[in-house]
């Protein structure tokens, strides 16, 4: 592992304990995993008025040996429903992670992107096109799946008793809670056709 990537990442980290205050207003939080420099995990807060405002969701961060001139590798450890981001994987469709990462960008910037891009979806530029697709057809029911997702999986403050229920109702028929979940937002929470997906 070079050393140049391990010493940028410790000089951030005390960046990032500096400005602590901003961190909490900003609900961002980076700390190493395995003791190991180049693996981390990071953490971002829902932004308010957005259907992931009160989730907390947890990022894995990957540095290479080449950081800071290559981009981090990141993904949502945390399942989330998002034109952007993979709903399967937690893969992440945003620019400064590929072709605009500069060398003078830190975690700190990345994490605030991310937090940005929670709030400013770009589907004409999915990551995930069934995400995409609802969110530009029938964004009614994108914002109750989304807010869904972040009580279930984020520890969202949403109470969405139709969803829950009818969730409920395949894993009562046998289906995996996530794989229920997975097939009802795909299907707009209509139950039946849900039901005909997995069973038929």
Known sequence: MANLAVLRIKREFKEVM????????????????NDNWTELRGEI???PETPYEGGNFIL???LPETYPFNPPKVRFITRIWHPNISSVT???????????WA????????????????AAAEPDNPQDAVVAYQYKEKYDLFLLTAKH?????????HNLPDCDSKTK???????????????????????ENATECLFH
């Open 18 to 33: 500096k400005s602590n205050e901003e961190i909490l207003q900003c609900h961002i939080k980076i700390e190493v995993a």
């Open 45 to 47: 807060g829902g932004p």
């Open 60 to 62: 894995e961060i990957k």
């Open 90 to 100: 937690g893969a992440i469709c945003l620019d400064i992670l590929k072709n605009k």
């Open 103 to 118: 060398a003078g960008m830190t975690m700190r910037t990345v994490l605030m992107s991310l937090q940005a891009l929670l």
């Open 149 to 157: 997702w972040t009580n279930a999986y984020a520890g969202g403050p």
């Open 169 to 191: 109702r395949l894993i009562d028929m046998g289906i995996d809670e996530h794989k229920a979940r997975s097939v009802l937002s795909k299907e707009n929470w209509n139950l």
